[in-house]
């Protein structure tokens, strides 16, 4: 049989049963259609570059004010476990885009990703953009006729592989670059028009959003709204630098006013985007995402208590936070621990949007259970993660699997495996792979499964390989 088959119907049988049942029950009967003239939902998915798990105020940060994002926690739902697909930026969004593992796709490193001619390891090629055959959830919503935006970073290939060939009507600022050259117009970046001199991007891209919400009122709408924010180069508004620096404890774990600045720019956002959809009625029929492409920058911000940060294999690296408002469904206030990945977005909107999937496969599960019930857990498996790549966070090429309240982690140089038991150790400080070799051993045997099924691409012995020059990089 075609696995393409195979893989359609596994993705409706996913599908099926919520489809024209609970969800949509739930969502519609919950608000009229109004003067609108449709009662479909809106989406708006804000993706925060490099957003540590402790980044808001509603996740722990004494030192960063998040109100706007915390109110979205406070109306919604926050998830504990969640985690981006990637320990770097680019294979995350193209996981978040395509319901499919980096490692299906082929994105395992950022694009163009970088090399060691002479570690250990030879690292495999990855593709430099998101292959126009693939599928988006861009498309999947155009085809029922929403209104599709892209604003912010790409970092999914050039020219001829921008957005607007991916799903989206409007591209602003989605390009090849992983970081803009500069916060502060001129911004000198392909596609961002330029502003008035001085004008700062996240601003800017906050006005882009909003124009684009009040253009679509009257149709439904997917906002992809992916921040630069807060990604190197640390540049943020002079007056909110100095308010930080007047509240910053320099021993304190959170206490760079620049970055403070900038989560500050990127909340003010999400403020104005609230009051946008409050002003136009649009806010009961507008589901809202919130989370991060990887774990937060060292030294930027601390991920304290987790271990370590983006481009790490620990849970610094890439468990994010996630913040999801589903009006009339999410329970206000509620906290859900079950374990969700990026490529649980796909299948978890087309469900919400009771739209039909395209043949394509899909390696993520709907979240709508969650978001019914955060007690409810999806039955999954488990979720994984590969990285055949070495990166200057600390990760040699390493794969990993959560499985429960476990996380193998398998170091592809010297095959050396790392087992933790998160509930008890979230900051990955006992390893318990002696201890417990039997349940290392069938982790291990599972992600070897998995590398099987989606096709990942493994590292091999390096002929080059010199000690002496191994940290060397060059792309
Ligand atoms: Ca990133």
């Known amino acids: ?24 029950a739930l969502s519609m009967g919950r608000y009229a259609a109004a003067e609108t003239g449709h009662d479909r939902l809106n989406f708006i998915f804000f993706l925060i570059d490099d957003f540590g798990w402790t980044d808001l105020a509603c996740y722990g940060s004494p030192f960063y004010e998040t109100p706007h994002m915390d109110r979205l926690a406070g109306e919604g739902m926050k998830f504990t476990d969640a985690y981006s697909a990637c320990t770097v930026c680019s294979p995350t969004r193209a996981a978040i885009l395509t319901g499919k593992y980096p490692a299906r796709l082929g994105i395992t490193d950022w694009i163009p990703g970088h090399n060691r001619p002479f570690a250990q390891l030879r690292i495999p090629a990855i593709h430099n953009q998101l292959a126009h055959e693939e599928t988006t959830i861009a498309e999947v919503l155009k085809s029922k006729e929403y209104a599709c935006a892209h604003v912010g970073k790409w970092h999914l290939g050039g020219d001829p592989f921008f957005p607007d060939t991916q799903g989206f009507d409007i591209n602003v600022g989605g390009n090849s670059l992983g970081h803009p050259p500069s916060y502060f117009s001129p911004y000198k970046m392909p596609i961002l028009k330029e502003g008035p001199e001085g004008e700062y991007l996240t601003d800017r891209l906050g006005d882009e959003a909003v124009r684009f919400i009040e253009e679509n009122r009257n149709r439904p709408f997917f906002l992809y709204f992916a921040h630069y924010a807060v990604h190197n180069p640390l540049q943020a508004k002079k007056e909110l630098i100095e308010y930080y ?7 304190a774990r959170h206490n760079n006013p620049i970055y403070a600045a900038m989560i500050h720019s990127v909340d003010e956002t999400v403020g104005r985007i609230l009051a946008t959809l409050d002003k136009l009625g649009l806010a009961d029929r507008t589901v809202i995402f919130f989370t991060g492409d990887n774990g937060g920058l060292l030294p930027n911000t601390s991920n304290a208590p987790l271990r ?20 009339g469904v999410t329970p206000p206030g509620s906290v859900c621990a079950e374990p969700v990945t990026s490529v649980d977005y796909f299948p978890t909107i087309a469900q919400m949007a009771a ?52 996380k193998l982690i398998e170091f592809f140089e010297d095959g050396k495996l790392e087992l933790y038991n998160l509930k008890e150790d979230v900051g990955e400080s006992n390893d318990l792979s002696q201890q417990l070799p039997e349940a290392a051993s069938a982790l291990k045997q599972d992600l070897a499964a998995w590398r099987a099924q989606v096709n990942a691409q493994m590292p091999w012995p390096n002929p080059d390989y010199d000690p002496t020059r191994a940290g060397l990089r060059m792309r």
């Open 1 to 24: 049989m075609n696995p393409r088959n195979i893989d359609r119907r596994r993705f409706l049988k996913r599908l099926g049963p919520g489809l024209l049942g609970g969800a949509m």
């Open 245 to 251: 620096q007047r509240k910053a404890d320099p021993h």
């Open 308 to 327: 370590a940060g983006k481009g790490s294999a620990y849970e610094g690296g890439v468990r994010v936070p996630l913040l999801v408002r589903w009006p």
């Open 355 to 406: 739209i039909p999937v395209p043949n394509e496969s899909v390696d993520g599960v709907s979240l709508v259970p969650l978001l019914q019930d955060p007690r409810a857990t999806l039955g999954r498996e488990a979720i994984y993660w590969h990285y055949p790549h070495y990166h200057p966070g600390g990760a040699t090429p390493y794969g990993a699997v959560r499985k429960g309240d476990y």
